[in-house]
């Protein structure tokens, strides 16, 4: 785990299970399991306008459990997803507060905040399929539900089943298809692999270029990223990006987050951040810096992403898609799907 920085000159190091004696109105201290290259220049821009310092932890795993173990002492105002699910379950833990403010419900719409306001999103990202432009053709009308048919059988290529991404699209598969469905579903979906599940989202189009399998499931951002790096611009042009299931309820959204942890020691300055994130100004970092999608609706994509072209989007509630999380990886666990 690393800790870092302010967005000031002086660094304040926040030691593991220390105590924030006294909450300070000029700083705000954030949990982030988003990475350093996006998140700094968007706080950075938050402390030239408000003036509020800014400490932030950066982990890939961990956070939820450091909220739990610090409890009352924690020092973090605030924590930063890349994906819902872990803001469920900070919430779900008791580890959370609401926050009631008339700009986060007027930037963020209803479908992409908690019911109780205990987090809200920040940006949006689409579970896409990526096809082979050599092998696949111009391949239209894809579905996620394709997937498991028989003529696709050695094609598809991902990554664990396990993680949070793919547990939030089969999550939405149960809410949509019911459990029973969506276990024969997972029975296809496996059958129908050219490997073990392995690697990350740019690795399984990386398989694609190297004729590993034709099909692959991966975030739409990535494909944004990997365009704008010489090495992996390879990969990117071998594919076309799909957006699954236009015919009928639309593409699986999944997003990145935020909620104030329950013992926040600096609430209003953790208020004005969350504001700050849901404007316009922070939201076109996002959109810019990382290819995600705005979950501002004033704010449009970046010219790279709007590129792929308009497409609908499943709006089911996240809240709907979070009851199913331990269904989706009991299934998992009865198919032994990434064994």
Not at 58 to 85: H, I, N, T
Not at 200 to 205: P, S, W
Request: charged share 25%; hydrophobic share 40%; proline share 4%.
């Amino acid at each position: 785990m690393k800790w870092i920085k302010s967005t000031s000159a002086a660094v304040l190091t926040l030691m593991a299970g220390s105590i924030f004696a006294s909450a300070n109105a000029e700083e705000v201290n954030i949990y982030s399991y988003r990475q350093s290259f996006l998140i700094e220049p968007i706080l950075s821009k938050f402390t030239e306008q408000t003036g509020i310092k800014t400490n932030v932890v950066f982990a890939k795993k961990g956070l939820v459990e450091k909220l739990k173990k610090e409890g009352q002492y924690s020092p973090a105002d605030v924590l930063l997803s890349s994906d819902f699910s872990r803001l469920m379950e900070m919430t779900s833990a008791g580890l959370s507060q609401p926050v009631n403010s008339d700009v986060l419900n007027k930037n963020i719409p209803s479908q992409f905040r908690d019911v109780d306001q205990h987090w809200y999103a920040l940006t949006k990202r689409v579970r896409n399929v990526y096809a082979s432009k050599e092998r696949m053709g111009e391949l239209t009308g894809i579905s996620y539900e394709a997937l498991a048919a028989p003529e696709y059988k050695g094609k598809i290529c991902m990554r664990s089943s396990k993680h949070p991404y793919n547990i939030a699209l089969i999550a939405s598969m149960i809410a949509h298809h019911g459990e029973a469905q969506t276990k024969t579903w997972l029975e296809g979906l496996k059958a129908n692999l050219a490997r073990k599940p392995q690697g990350n989202d740019r690795a399984q189009v990386r398989a694609v270029k190297e004729g590993e399998c034709d099909l692959a499931l991966g975030n739409s951002y990535y494909f944004g990223v990997m365009q704008s790096i010489p090495e992996q611009k390879v990969w990117a042009d071998a594919v076309n990006i799909l957006f699954p299931n236009q015919d009928d309820r639309g593409a699986h959204v999944n997003v990145s987050g935020i909620a104030m942890t329950k013992y926040a020691p600096n609430k209003d300055a953790a208020v004005k951040l969350m504001e700050f994130l849901s404007s316009e100004v922070a939201q076109q970092s996002y959109a810019s810096v990382n290819m995600e999608y705005p979950v501002n609706p004033q704010v449009k994509p970046s010219e790279i992403v709007a590129s792929w072209g308009e497409f609908k989007e499943d709006t089911i509630a996240l809240s709907e898609i979070s009851k199913h999380r331990k269904t989706a990886i009991k299934l998992l666990d009865q198919l032994k799907f990434d064994l």
